[in-house]
């Protein structure tokens, strides 16, 4: 128990509080007490602290994490529709080229990085160019934003050439310490086996090993993506990735929708982060992740971009989840818990964050949202994973706290002003459609 009589922010008197601990405890009529931003208490009874929060009526669980996106691509959302994935990428690079720099990056992802708060998202594994530039826009929200350097072989729209991107790589952790915001874990992304040759992907699992970074990267997103990479290289993605030392660090696939028994293998204990809406939307195809979890690997859950999947709802993700499992796996009354907890403290373990946050226990980050349960849609409550999964959604969710912060306050973020981030937006878009 917290010695303090008081701590900074008391959490009073919620209807429930859905810890996702070991034994996926769900609390009545509990309270939680929070001081540095960590999880100090939780009680049966109100505590006392220097700010209280009246969680009456509310649901209160950890904040959702979603394991893959782009969220400075919540620019070009709608940009690229009734294409695979490949005509996909062709449309979206060639807008990029046409308006992204480091300021559009970074407005970009402040205005992804607030639609994820909103919808009760606290934590976010953010793949993108201009990486400081878009941790200033995550951070600026409230985020808790993990970026990291990306490779290509070739010199992106940021100019760098392969020896700048492994120094730029080298000051990633310095440059994230003076930008701020919540601690993460440090990351290396290399975007894929199609775009980074196996000497630079050797080189890259070598400097993560130096760095005691994890690695993100796109593997396996489609058949046409493995089946170009068999006729470049005569490999499958994992295989190549496993080879060159990549699967020896933590490593998070995006995707891996398409993955072999020996593939799984290899990937062992490493993470998958399963974007179910962007692959049924881009004709990618369905990820068997209960054999996933079956073999050993971590699976959390991802929105992936703006521009495939058109919104950062990890409500609808957890949705789709649930419904492919059942879809393939048949109906089970433990489906929605499990998939609750891919959302939450199975996605922090696939990013290897599970000892900071994703379950409401003594000592953790206080990554904090409040669901409002006065809504038609969410009564009776008899079963309460069941309704957060296949009932709930963004617009139910009322707070979000991050390290204790409250920077969503009755639906409204207490750090962006959301007009002037818009008319900001509409000049950036204006500028694309004119080119």
Request: aromatic share 6%.
């Amino acid at each position: 128990m917290w010695q303090s009589s008081m701590f900074d922010l008391a959490i009073n008197g919620a209807e429930l509080i859905v810890t996702c601990d070991e034994k996926n405890r769900v609390l009545s009529k509990s309270s939680i007490g929070i001081t540095d931003g960590v999880i100090a208490e939780v009680s049966s009874a109100p505590l006392p602290a220097g700010k209280t929060f009246d969680a009456q009526g509310k649901l209160i669980s950890p904040g959702l994490i979603n394991t893959h996106t782009h969220l400075a691509m919540t620019l070009f959302r709608g940009w690229a529709e009734g294409v695979d994935l490949q005509g996909f990428l062709e449309r979206v690079w060639a807008a990029e080229g046409a308006i992204m720099n480091p300021e559009t990056a970074e407005l970009g992802t402040t205005l992804g990085a607030l639609e994820a708060l909103l919808g009760g998202t606290t934590t976010a594994l953010d793949m993108y160019l201009f990486p400081d530039a878009a941790h200033k826009g995550a951070v600026r929200a409230g985020l808790r934003h993990i970026s990291g350097p990306i490779f290509f072989d070739f010199a992106g729209l940021d100019g760098l050439e392969w020896a700048d991107r492994i120094k730029f790589a080298r000051s990633w952790n310095e440059r994230m310490k003076g930008i701020g915001g919540p601690e993460v874990p440090l990351y290396l992304m290399p975007h894929s086996t199609y775009t980074c040759s196996p000497e630079h992907l050797h080189e890259i699992a070598s400097l993560a090993h130096e760095l005691g970074a994890s690695i993100h990267i796109h593997a396996s997103e489609n058949i046409k993506e493995n089946d170009d990479v068999a006729r470049r290289f005569g490999k499958t993605p994992t295989e190549i990735l496993s080879e060159t030392g990549i699967l020896n660090q933590h490593t998070v696939y995006g995707h891996g929708v398409h993955l072999s028994n020996s593939d799984l293998e290899s990937l062992g204990n490493n993470g998958i982060a399963h974007c179910p809406g962007s692959n049924l939307k881009l004709a990618s195809g369905i990820a068997d992740v209960t054999e996933y979890v079956s073999r050993g690997v971590k699976v959390g859950l991802g929105t992936d971009g703006c521009s495939s999947s058109n919104d950062l709802d990890m409500w609808s993700v957890m949705r789709l989840a649930g419904y492919l499992i059942s879809q393939s796996r048949g109906p089970t009354k433990s489906n929605a818990e499990k998939i609750f907890r891919m959302a939450t403290i199975e996605g922090a373990a696939t990013l290897g964050m599970e000892k900071r946050v994703g379950s409401i226990e003594i000592g953790k980050r206080a990554d904090l949202i409040a669901i409002d349960l006065n809504a038609p849609h969410l009564i009776p409550l008899h079963n309460v994973f069941a309704q957060l999964v296949y009932a709930a959604g963004r617009s139910d969710v009322s707070d979000v706290w991050v390290d204790g912060h409250n920077v969503i306050q009755n639906r409204k973020s207490t750090l962006i002003d959301f007009s002037a981030l818009m008319l900001q937006v509409q000049d950036c878009i204006t500028a694309l459609t004119s080119k």
